[in-house]
């Protein structure tokens, strides 16, 4: 059953509404994110076989480089349209804001009902793709990167978590949820591989060594 967290402190009636909805959503089907599903471990492996291997290098990174969230339609934007798509039941105002819904964080476990208790995490971060051959990119590219919905690198979780996860590749974290890190290193591999970025040595063992037991 999935764990449910309130971050603010609440009046005994906005106790007592929490406490119904809480209710309610233990009993409503479990919100799960929608990323895209990534390649299969066979097809992983091949491709970590073919990423060139390099040491990584930030000079000159910066996250405004990479230009997100854009607009996606309409009035809604990149993370508007994440926070959308990986939960269930969510409504949006005019101006395309989640107002409610439920999350479910595969990172770890983790639901929650509160928009703005979630980040939409690049899997592969932008400062790894900075250190990885994003720097001889073009503007254009980095902003599709930062804002790509078709393959698995975008995706709604604990803001906690993310913060946490920060830039770092699979040589130093993982998901907490042990279940859910066979699918993070398969998106990771396919990110790497359709838009050209090598891999270090301790993140081509780490993600080697994850491969082999999916």
């Given at each position: 059953?999935?764990?449910?967290?309130?971050?603010?402190?609440?009046?005994?009636?906005?106790?007592?509404?929490?406490?119904?909805?809480?209710?309610?959503?233990?009993?409503?089907?479990?919100?799960?994110?929608?990323?895209?599903?990534?390649?299969?471990?066979?097809?992983?492996?091949?491709?970590?076989?073919?990423?060139?291997?390099?040491?990584?290098?930030?000079?000159g990174y910066d996250r405004d480089l990479f230009p997100h969230w854009?607009?996606?339609?309409?009035?809604?934007?990149?993370r508007e349209v994440v926070l959308k798509r990986d939960g269930t039941?969510?409504?949006?105002?005019?101006?395309?804001?989640?107002?409610?819904?439920?999350?479910?964080?595969?990172?770890?476990?983790?639901?929650?009902?509160?928009?703005?208790?979630?980040?939409?995490?690049?899997?592969?971060?932008?400062?790894?793709?900075?250190?990885?051959?994003?720097?001889?990119?073009?503007?254009?590219?980095?902003?599709?990167?930062?804002?790509?919905?078709?393959?698995?690198?975008?995706?709604?979780?604990?803001?906690?978590?993310?913060?946490?996860?920060?830039?770092?590749?699979?040589?130093?974290?993982?998901?907490?949820?042990?279940?859910?890190?066979?699918?993070?290193?398969?998106?990771?591999?396919?990110?790497?591989?359709?838009?050209?970025?090598?891999?270090?040595?301790?993140?081509?063992?780490?993600?080697?060594?994850?491969?082999?037991?999916?």
């Open positions: 059953m999935p764990r449910f967290y309130a971050r603010r402190r609440l009046s005994v009636a906005a106790a007592a509404t929490a406490l119904i909805s809480s209710v309610a959503l233990f009993n409503a089907p479990t919100a799960s994110a929608a990323l895209p599903t990534p390649v299969s471990a066979a097809t992983a492996r091949t491709y970590l076989a073919s990423l060139t291997v390099a040491t990584e290098d930030r000079t854009i607009t996606q339609s309409g009035s809604c934007n990149t039941n969510v409504q949006q105002d005019s101006s395309c804001a989640a107002t409610s819904g439920s999350w479910y964080s595969v990172y770890d476990g983790a639901t929650w009902t509160a928009a703005s208790d979630l980040d939409i995490d690049h899997l592969v971060p932008l400062a790894e793709a900075w250190d990885s051959g994003a720097d001889s990119w073009t503007t254009s590219r980095r902003q599709s990167f930062a804002n790509d919905l078709t393959r698995p690198q975008l995706i709604a979780v604990t803001d906690n978590v993310n913060q946490a996860k920060g830039d770092q590749d699979p040589a130093t974290w993982m998901p907490s949820r042990t279940a859910y890190r066979c699918t993070y290193v398969r998106a990771w591999v396919q990110v790497k591989y359709y838009y050209g970025l090598s891999v270090d040595s301790a993140e081509k063992s780490a993600l080697q060594n994850s491969l082999a037991s999916c």
